[in-house]
């Protein structure tokens, strides 16, 4: 069974653009969560959707913000890049309850110059 | 709120000796979800184990093996014979019954297993 796919895997900004995040899910999962992972703040919870909803948000801006596809696909996008927004952003896919195991993906090593 | 703390930022070892890692969280709700994950140096998150908080039993997985105390509100993880495949970034989280699949990590605790 294929695993979680991120895409990309490395990308460069610079500050003020936007980027957007793919994730695809394994199949029959329905939960997707993203984390911000950065030397300083560790692994923080950006937004879980689950069946195309918004289930959860973290404590993030409104430059941070996501969506599913019918198909349990998610992107994730950040505008106006600021230098902090550098980070490994990961994508988790799950059935969607608390007690489910959660897949991660590789990632995508985001800088912003 | 909840949290967990990994208070052990690093830990090196030499091959085959035994490490416990420590867990410790915080929540004031009754029913949650503890788990470990595994993170090596090609940064995917691997899990390795969940309990919830209704399941105190010890477990164990071939070298791993894992201690919850409500008591203590303590969740660690013992590796038995480290081998230097072991080295990685190991996660302590916490879910609770109300947050959906809303994982909450403690800081992570580096383990160095040498030769």
């Known amino acids: 069974k294929a695993g979680v796919t991120q895409t990309p895997r490395y990308l460069i900004k610079t500050r003020g653009q936007q980027v957007t995040l793919s994730c695809s899910p394994i199949?029959?999962?329905?939960?997707v969560s993203w984390y911000q992972q950065t030397p300083g703040q560790g692994l923080q919870f950006l937004f879980e959707?689950?069946?195309?909803?918004?289930?959860n948000k973290g404590n993030f801006p409104g430059r941070f913000s996501g969506r599913q596809f019918s198909n349990s696909r998610s992107e994730m996008n950040v505008s106006t890049l600021e230098l902090g927004d550098s980070a490994l952003y990961l994508c988790?896919?799950?059935?969607?309850?608390?007690?489910?195991?959660?897949?991660f993906g590789p990632g995508t090593r985001l800088t912003v110059l | 709120a909840q949290k967990v703390t990994q208070a052990q930022t690093e830990i090196s070892v030499v091959e085959k000796e035994d490490v416990t890692l420590d867990c410790v969280y915080e929540?004031?709700?009754?029913?949650?979800?503890l788990f470990w994950y595994k993170q090596p140096p090609s940064g995917e998150l691997v899990f390795l184990i969940r309990?919830?908080?209704?399941?105190?039993q010890n477990e164990i997985s071939g070298r791993y093996s894992w201690n919850f105390q409500k008591s203590t509100s303590s969740f660690n993880f013992t590796i038995t014979a480290s081998q230097v495949v072991d080295s990685a970034v190991y996660f302590c989280?916490?879910?609770?019954?109300?947050?959906?699949?809303?994982?909450?990590f403690g800081e992570g605790t580096q383990l160095t297993v040498n030769p």
């Open positions: 988790a896919s799950s059935f969607g309850t608390q007690w489910d195991e959660q897949f």
């Open positions: 199949s029959g999962h329905r939960s």
């Open positions: 959707y689950f069946s195309e909803t918004q289930r």
């Open positions: 929540t004031r709700d009754t029913t949650y979800y």
């Open positions: 309990r919830n908080s209704f399941d105190e």
């Open positions: 989280a916490l879910i609770k019954e109300t947050s959906g699949s809303r994982l909450t």
